[in-house]
């Protein structure tokens, strides 16, 4: 096993000292696993607060900031955080508006902030929550699909109207829009390795690539042999276009992301990019916006997905208000 760490016990911890020493406008509670926002409290605003396994990074501790997350709870490598830490952080950002919890579609994310959430309750605390689940590999019930490239949509969008001061109700509504909004699809060239296991997280021969994949290495629709990057941008587009989203007008222009799973560099996925930005021209959908890098990862898997996000006037205006994070920062 070659990585760059201690050992894979301390690997979480580690990083989290390396984040605290790199960002002193965050403070970064690295044996109590939170992540937080020093002017939190500042201004009234309402509190963003989520969380997830570590090894997507820079989701969750990468957005937090001004115009985005107040706090991040990471847990060990792709394993829930736990309701402990969730309750610290909507304490430590509630400034009297409410805390809004952002959470992916998996299962112990779902009941730990459902249970971080009756406790915060308890306390006087006031909370919503918004369910991201945008992936259309998943082939079942809607309430089925797990939360991945839209997580970022929903918390800028989100975190822009909670720095403009918007109410909770308001807040957790443009949320849910974002989310309803939104679909991806994911795309495998290698497995993962997580620092406990040290060897890939499944088998992917030599010429293949998978279709459909989960952040976590989950499997994915089917295998086929390798092709070129028009051919997936192909696949990965008329799979998003196939599920139409809830919300959001269904012919107006959408937030494209494109996002690295951690092992495949920017020369790729521009050259990716590409050819999603044409088989959207093809299919007649305007893209207002576009996002291309390592944004919601798989560790150290080569790969990529396509987050399409169906927008209007305020979305985008919201979309594009200022941001400082670690990981994304425009307009300030």
Same mark, same amino acid.
């Given at each position: 096993?070659?990585?760059?760490?201690?050992?894979?016990?301390?690997?979480?911890?580690?990083?989290?000292?390396?984040?605290?020493?790199?960002?002193?406008?965050?403070?970064?509670?690295?044996?109590?696993?939170?992540?937080?926002?020093?002017?939190?409290?500042?201004?009234?605003?309402?509190?963003?607060?989520?969380?997830?396994?570590?090894?997507?990074?820079?989701?969750?501790?990468?957005?937090?900031?001004?115009?985005?997350?107040?706090?991040?709870?990471?847990?060990?490598?792709?394993?829930?955080?736990?309701?402990?830490?969730?309750?610290?952080?909507?304490?430590?950002?509630?400034?009297?508006?409410?805390?809004?919890?952002?959470?992916?579609?998996? %299962? +112990?994310?779902? *009941?730990?902030? @459902?249970?971080?959430?009756?406790? /915060?309750? $308890? !306390? &006087?605390?006031?909370?919503? =929550? #918004?369910?991201?689940?945008?992936?259309?590999?998943?082939?079942?019930?809607?309430?089925?699909?797990?939360? %991945? +490239?839209?997580? *970022?949509?929903? @918390?800028?969008?989100?975190?822009? /109207?909670? $720095? !403009? &001061?918007?109410?909770?109700? =308001? #807040?957790?509504?443009?949320?849910?829009?974002?989310?309803?909004?939104?679909?991806?699809?994911?795309?495998?060239?290698?497995?993962?390795?997580?620092?406990?296991?040290?060897?890939?997280?499944?088998?992917?021969?030599?010429?293949?690539?998978?279709?459909?994949?989960?952040?976590?290495?989950?499997?994915?629709?089917?295998?086929?042999?390798?092709?070129?990057?028009?051919?997936?941008?192909?696949?990965?587009?008329?799979?998003?276009?196939?599920?139409?989203?809830?919300?959001?007008?269904?012919?107006?222009?959408?937030?494209?992301?494109?996002?690295?799973?951690?092992?495949?560099?920017?020369?790729?996925?521009?050259?990716?990019?590409?050819?999603?930005?044409?088989?959207?021209?093809?299919?007649?959908?305007?893209?207002?916006?576009?996002?291309?890098?390592?944004?919601?990862?798989?560790?150290?898997?080569?790969?990529?997905?396509?987050?399409?996000?169906?927008?209007?006037?305020?979305?985008?205006?919201?979309?594009?208000?200022?941001?400082?994070?670690?990981?994304?920062?425009?307009?300030?």
């Amino acid at each position: 096993m070659r990585m760059l760490i201690n050992s894979p016990e301390t690997v979480v911890a580690d990083a989290l000292r390396g984040m605290a020493a790199a960002h002193p406008e965050l403070d970064v509670d690295v044996e109590r696993r939170v992540v937080v926002r020093r002017d939190a409290r500042e201004g009234g605003r309402v509190g963003l607060v989520s969380g997830g396994g570590s090894g997507h990074e820079p989701l969750h501790g990468g957005f937090v900031g001004y115009g985005m997350l107040s706090a991040a709870c990471p847990g060990e490598v792709f394993t829930s955080p736990v309701p402990d830490q969730m309750l610290r952080a909507a304490t430590a950002v509630h400034a009297g508006q409410g805390v809004l919890f952002v959470v992916k579609n998996y %299962t +112990g994310d779902v *009941l730990n902030f @459902e249970m971080a959430a009756e406790l /915060a309750e $308890e !306390e &006087g605390l006031r909370i919503e =929550r #918004v369910l991201v689940n945008d992936d259309v590999a998943v082939t079942g019930s809607p309430a089925e699909r797990r939360g %991945t +490239g839209a997580t *970022l949509f929903v @918390e800028k969008i989100a975190g822009a /109207a909670a $720095e !403009e &001061g918007a109410p909770l109700e =308001r #807040v957790a509504a443009l949320a849910r829009q974002v989310a309803e909004s939104s679909r991806s699809f994911g795309v495998a060239l290698s497995a993962c390795t997580t620092p406990a296991k040290g060897s890939p997280t499944f088998e992917l021969p030599d010429g293949e690539l998978e279709l459909g994949i989960g952040i976590h290495g989950e499997p994915g629709r089917e295998r086929r042999p390798m092709m070129p990057a028009r051919e997936i941008a192909r696949v990965a587009v008329d799979a998003v276009l196939a599920e139409p989203a809830e919300a959001g007008p269904a012919d107006g222009p959408v937030l494209l992301l494109v996002n690295g799973m951690g092992a495949t560099p920017l020369l790729e996925l521009y050259g990716f990019h590409a050819e999603v930005a044409a088989v959207l021209a093809e299919r007649g959908v305007p893209v207002a916006r576009a996002l291309v890098g390592n944004y919601v990862t798989s560790l150290d898997m080569a790969g990529c997905s396509v987050t399409l996000c169906r927008a209007d006037e305020e979305l985008l205006r919201l979309w594009d208000a200022p941001v400082q994070t670690a990981a994304l920062r425009w307009g300030r």
